[in-house]
């Protein structure tokens, strides 16, 4: 199975965005994943963004974004920076979301949805990814 990659999933929100299917009884159709990514909190106030990544298995993919299985909770409107393979850029990508739902879903798992905001130019990424401990 090939892994999901910033472009994969670019594609894939790209392809659902273009394909709405009304009579899907959600607001937004969703494709079914299974794969893992990093999670970094993006506190502004916070600088170096903190070492720790949260790993965070893809349940699906929607046309804004992602529904996430995470150890921990985030907070609603929290800002992320979602860490993710790349075929082209150096082998790791960042995508900036907006936590968008958070449910304990058990003792040590959340269900997190992360819209994300793809009109976010690359400097203003860069800027996030530079504080990330190397």
Do not use: Y
Request: glycine share 6%; net charge negative.
């Amino acid at each position: 199975m090939k892994h999901l990659s910033a472009e994969n999933l670019l594609e894939i929100v790209r392809s659902l965005r273009s394909d709405v299917d009304q009579a899907q009884r959600r607001r937004q159709p969703r494709v079914g994943m299974r794969h893992t990514v990093r999670l970094i909190p993006c506190d502004p106030a916070q600088i170096p963004l903190p070492e720790h990544a949260e790993r965070a298995w893809v349940r699906d993919v929607s046309r804004k974004g992602l529904g996430l299985l995470v150890g921990q909770t985030f907070e609603l409107d929290q800002t992320v920076l979602l860490e993710i393979s790349s075929d082209t850029h150096g082998g790791i990508a960042h995508l900036l979301g907006r936590v968008v739902r958070c449910e304990e879903i058990s003792s040590d798992n959340c269900h997190v949805g992360i819209e994300l905001i793809l009109d976010t130019p690359q400097d203003e990424i860069a800027k996030l990814t530079d504080r990330i401990p190397a």
